[in-house]
């Protein structure tokens, strides 16, 4: 899910260079919702995995 995250966000930076708003800002905005889902479940992972690692 990172790597959809960075190549949305490179799509972005390359619709804007070359001047399409529409896109880069579109791009941009689903880079960002992926980042968050990304960061949303790598923590659930962590917290899933130290309490799996407590219990006897």
Do not use: K, N
């Amino acid at each position: 899910m990172l790597y959809w995250a960075i190549l949305f966000f490179v799509v972005a930076i390359v619709a804007a260079v070359f001047g399409f708003g529409g896109i880069a800002s579109a791009s941009a905005g689903i880079a960002q919702i992926l980042f968050f889902i990304f960061l949303v479940l790598f923590i659930v992972a962590l917290v899933a995995r130290a309490l799996r690692g407590r219990t006897p």
